[in-house]
């Protein structure tokens, strides 16, 4: 069911609205496939100004509504990472997921900025202060990591090294605001289909794609010390995504995504996560204006948003 966001419901109870970033990955290097089939990263994420909001209302029982201009692509049933966290924490404690979630979606879907994470970040913290529970932080990311990888960087924001599948994480200072523009696709891409696609590369390569094959990846101190700084024109320098290879393999049109965006003056451009959205990195908020006016206007991608990160995380609104 779709429901416009005048439609959020408030109850005798009341609601609990949360607000969660999307994410950058300005490293992400992949090591080989484990045996229990995923890669071991060196996933340095950075929260960015876009926002899905989620609100938890007590009902008599569960219900998932969903409103913005993509709520159409996304699942509206058990399967949706909402739903999925409040039962979890429900589960947890003994009790009903008996609560209403509805998801004002803004992030791209299917796009690498890892909405869906931030709608299980979300919706965890929500229906956490709605019951009343006031779980410990530390276990709220470990339920975090049990709902997906890039869910406990969703709840936390900022900038962290995210290690193992990216769930072990270790927060990293960053010296100032970074201007970026993420050019949004039409139609998104499936993680597991773009690792399995970065291991095929790797295969066709020769250089093999198991956890023995491929080197143990590890974040670049230059690009650490770039965060710090908050150097855009040194951290342009030294943006990377292993992945990349992989998202361009199975959607070719992204690289006239990247160039035009780099033509109209960005600073460095790459895919974010598995794509298909493009992040470009830019000097400053009026060149991001410009990149994301030219990117708009080139027809090479939906649409164009200009934004800044380091962002917080989960946050009560
Ligand atoms: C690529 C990244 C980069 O931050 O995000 P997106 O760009 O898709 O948002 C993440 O690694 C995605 O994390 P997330 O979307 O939480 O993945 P999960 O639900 O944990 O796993 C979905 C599937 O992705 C693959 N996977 C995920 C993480 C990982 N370290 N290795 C993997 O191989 C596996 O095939 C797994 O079954
Ligand atoms: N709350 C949610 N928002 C978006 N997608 C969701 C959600 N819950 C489950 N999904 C599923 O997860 C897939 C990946 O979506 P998303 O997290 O937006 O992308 P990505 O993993 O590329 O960052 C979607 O195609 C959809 O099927």
Redesign the pocket.
């Known amino acids: 069911m779709i429901q416009p966001a005048a439609a959020t419901p408030t109850g005798p109870t009341g609601t609990v609205t949360v607000r969660v970033p999307a994410?950058v990955?300005v490293q992400?290097s992949v090591g080989g496939?484990r045996p229990d089939?995923?890669?071991?990263?060196a996933?340095v994420?950075l929260a960015v100004g876009l926002y899905d909001s989620i609100s938890a209302t007590r009902a008599d029982a569960p219900l998932l509504t969903v409103s913005g201009p993509d709520a159409a692509q996304v699942p509206q049933d058990r399967t949706n990472l909402a739903a999925r966290a409040a039962e979890l924490l429900a589960e947890r404690h003994g009790l009903a997921p008996d609560v209403h979630l509805h998801i004002a979606k803004d992030i791209p879907v299917a796009g690498?900025?890892?909405g869906?994470?931030a709608d299980a970040a979300g919706a965890l913290l929500a229906c956490d202060r709605l019951w009343g529970l006031n779980t410990p932080r530390e276990e709220l990311l470990a339920l975090c990591a049990e709902l997906?990888?890039?869910?406990p960087f969703s709840f936390a924001g900022g900038a962290a090294l995210?290690q193992g599948?990216?769930e072990r994480l270790t927060p990293l200072e960053v010296g100032g605001a970074f201007h970026w523009v993420f050019a949004v696709a039409d139609g998104g891409l499936s993680?597991?289909d773009?690792?399995?696609e970065c291991d095929r590369l790797r295969e066709a390569a020769g250089t093999g794609s198991s956890a023995a094959d491929v080197p143990e990846p590890v974040a670049s101190e230059a690009l650490l010390a770039a965060l710090r700084a908050g150097e855009a024109q040194a951290l342009a320098a030294t943006l990377h995504n292993d992945?990349q290879p992989a998202a361009l393999s199975l959607r070719p049109s992204l690289a006239e995504t990247l160039e035009t965006g780099l033509a109209a003056g960005a600073l460095a451009a790459l895919v974010?996560?598995?794509?298909p959205t493009c992040a470009f990195l830019t000097a400053d908020a009026d060149s991001a204006s410009r990149t994301a006016h030219t990117l708009t206007a080139s027809g090479t991608c939906r649409t164009a948003r200009a934004t800044t990160g380091p962002a917080p995380g989960a946050t009560v609104v």
């Open positions: 994410k990955n992400l496939l089939g995923f890669h071991g990263l996933n994420f690498g900025m890892a869906g994470s997906g990888s890039d869910v995210g599948r990216g993680t597991p773009v690792y399995r992945l974010s996560g598995s794509g």
